[in-house]
């Protein structure tokens, strides 16, 4: 099916539908589950350099080996689902992985504890570059940027709750407790996501897996100026973002400001901004085209991440306020212009995008851990300044595409 055919096709589902409504709630809990998932750690780091006597830059390994990894099996996870199918695929990867954290809860040592982690980013594979995939091939065209949009804004979401979830619950009970039942409630979500997502219509199955064949389709994507492009971004977005966060919770921790547990879990409210500002990115960018939009983000992160260098919380709160909009603006805009550019190998192109995706967290995310250990709060806006910098650089040049 070209691209023609599918802005007409009336196998895709229209926006207004209930078919679309119950994608869009299925999506949501798909979201909120695997986001929550795994970055449901990132307000413990504090917590686990006093309960297993290690460094922040250990620390930030609970989240780090869990990216890591995660980027890795998207990268099988994308050619697994043209054998296997999508939708069984992501219900397999959100149960498992919160039964994953469920285990991280409970075991005894640091080291048991990462090992958990790196599960659960190996069988979270399944989900975003699947899901990337699924919303190219099922949604109507003309809906597709709002509706991508709107699948940031539950990821969103899920990542607010479970670091807001994990401060709070933290502070009342435990960080043990905290993730256990973050565990039960993502089980909860991942029936709930099977039991509405629609049956594939446009599906097309590929018997076997074909090695030279994803090989093959692999190495056309990175052949493709204008796929690179996105991959770069998508590897700069969560370089700033996830190093940005990452500190800010001891930064806050520390003297002047003494937060508690909660009152730093609380700085990840910022994540509505985020919520609002991908899904009205995704509509935007339908109408007035992505590079804007993308050189938009950008700009408000570099912004964002100049606020935070005074010690003054106001500037703080701005600041980490502007870089969770300009990242969600940013990533709402690369991640739905992934598929248009793919042809029918979708989940190939999406898996290359998350594999940069979530190596810019894991990669830049630990390396922030020296910056900061070297260069305190400094070094680590000298660091996202630069990429920030990189990313602006990458979207001024850019060639227009409204595809």
Known sequence: MDEQQSIISPTTIARGTPEYRRA????FLLGFASFSLIYCVQPLLPAFTHAFSVTPAQSSLA????TGLLALSILLAGA???AVGRRGLMFSSMALASICNFIAAVVPDWHMLLIARAAEGVVLG???????AWLAEEIDKRHLGKTMGLYVGGTAFGAMMGRVGMGLLTEFTSWRMAMA???VLCLIAAVGFILLLPESKNFQRKPGL???FHLKTWSQHLKNPALLRLY????FLTSIFVTLFNYATFRLSAEPFSFSQTQVSLIFCAFAFGIVSSSVAGGLADRFGKKPLLITGFILMLAGVLCTIPASLASIIIGIILVTTGFFVAHSVASGSVGPLAGSTRGHASSLYLLFYYMGSSITGSVGGWFWLHGGWNAIVGLTVAISAAGLFLALFAKQNNN
């Open 181 to 183: 039942v973050l565990g």
């Open 80 to 82: 697994f689902s043209q």
């Open 63 to 66: 989240l780090s080996l869990t």
């Open 24 to 27: 869009g709630l299925a999506f």
């Open 210 to 212: 074909n090695l030279h």
């Open 232 to 235: 770069a971004t998508g590897f």
């Open 126 to 132: 399944g989900v975003p570059a699947v899901a990337m």
